[in-house]
């Protein structure tokens, strides 16, 4: 098989180095460039066989990253080469990724235009309403998000945990492991732990959910919605890091792509050497950026708890273990 992106001595050697590594897996050296070669062909052959457009062939081997050593280990000498081998797994993945893509945009559709409908009957609503919408346990449904300055966050974390409200005339009734959380959260220790694991994934409570946890803490619910909207802020801000990180590794690629094609047709000396460094640190750079992202989480993590709420790390981590083994306690779920 004949590749713009790949000569023919160089797809010969590229089979050769599989079939050597196939026998000596202990050789990291030849792992890592079968390895990047693998990367290569994954990245470009979909625009070759106008499979995928070019901004879409760095998700696909992303989407691919993780099989690679299984294809490395695959292959088997015959009538194919290596590069054969890999375009013919190109053809079969893509199918499945072009499916799985469409798939998630026509569930990203369907949300959006849930949520579109669900903002125009609210609007709706409250332009017909003259008094205050009240919710199903009587306390008012907050219209927009309430967040206070992260500075104000300290100041509130001790009001939610010193200023219990009393229980006001709608009663929530609870069930039995429920009764028993409240009844330990009582106890001021226990309050503070809990408030403080609440804000590592605050992104977690949904309307509903807060005015219970709100009853079980005997505080003010819009409290509790600002303490528990801002962490939500900062963990949405998080979420945007992740996404200019994931941006900036795809540059990285591509520039990857780039520096590699140069390569083979360079001839001067001082031009390939200067190359050759680009190159080294690119990859680098490369790296450094996929294992960030890969070692980012999904909640604020308990640093940030602790410069949040202006408490000790320490803290922050045994609260979060008692308040696990008093939640296995207290609940099923």
Same mark, same amino acid.
């Given at each position: ?19 050597? %590594? ?12 079968? /390895? ?16 995928? @457009?070019?901004?879409? *062939? *760095?998700?696909?081997?992303?989407? *691919? ?33 072009? $499916? ?32 205050? @919408? ?73 309307? /509903? +959910? ?45 520039? +990857? ?33 996929? @294992? ?5 989480? %999904?909640? +604020? ?13 320490? $803290? ?13 306690? *207290? +609940?099923?779920?």
């Amino acid at each position: 098989m004949q590749c713009p992106y790949f000569s023919d001595i160089q797809s010969k050697k590229l089979t050769s180095d599989v079939l050597n %590594f196939q026998k000596n897996r202990s050789n990291d050296q030849l792992h890592a460039a079968v /390895h990047l070669a693998t990367q290569r062909l994954l990245y470009t052959l979909p625009i070759y066989f106008r499979i995928l @457009q070019e901004e879409d *062939c *760095c998700e696909f081997l992303f989407y *691919c990253y993780d099989t690679i050593d299984h294809y490395i280990d695959s292959y088997r000498e015959g009538n194919l080469s290596y590069l054969g081998y890999i375009s013919q797994v190109v053809r079969k993945r893509s199918r499945y990724f072009v $499916t799985l893509r469409r798939t998630k945009k026509m569930k990203e559709q369907v949300i959006l235009e849930s949520e579109q409908a669900e903002t125009q009957y609210e609007q709706e609503s409250y332009a017909s309403e003259t008094f205050e @919408q009240q919710g199903i346990y009587g306390k008012p449904i907050f219209t927009k998000i309430n967040l206070v300055p992260e500075e104000s966050m300290p100041e509130l974390f001790h009001l939610l945990i010193d200023n219990r409200e009393k229980p006001g005339e709608n009663q929530i009734i609870f069930n039995p492991s429920q009764k028993i959380l409240k009844e330990k959260l009582k106890n001021k220790v226990n309050r503070k732990r809990f408030i403080i694991m609440l804000a590592i994934s605050p992104h977690l409570m949904n309307q /509903h +959910l807060l005015i219970e946890l709100a009853a079980i803490l005997d505080v003010d619910v819009k409290l509790l919605d600002e303490y528990l909207s801002t962490a939500t802020k900062i963990l949405d801000s998080k979420k945007q890091t992740r996404e200019i990180m994931e941006q900036t590794s795809r540059r990285h690629f591509r520039r +990857l792509m780039e520096i590699q094609g140069a390569l083979q047709t360079a001839t001067e000396v001082a031009e390939r050497e200067k190359l050759l460094r680009l190159q080294a640190w690119t990859e680098r750079a490369f790296n450094t950026k996929i @294992q960030k992202i890969r070692e980012m989480e %999904f909640h +604020l993590s308990h640093s940030q708890i602790s410069t949040l709420l202006k408490i000790p790390k320490g $803290t922050v981590a045994s609260s979060v273990h008692y308040v696990k083994f008093m939640l296995q306690e *207290c +609940l099923d779920e």
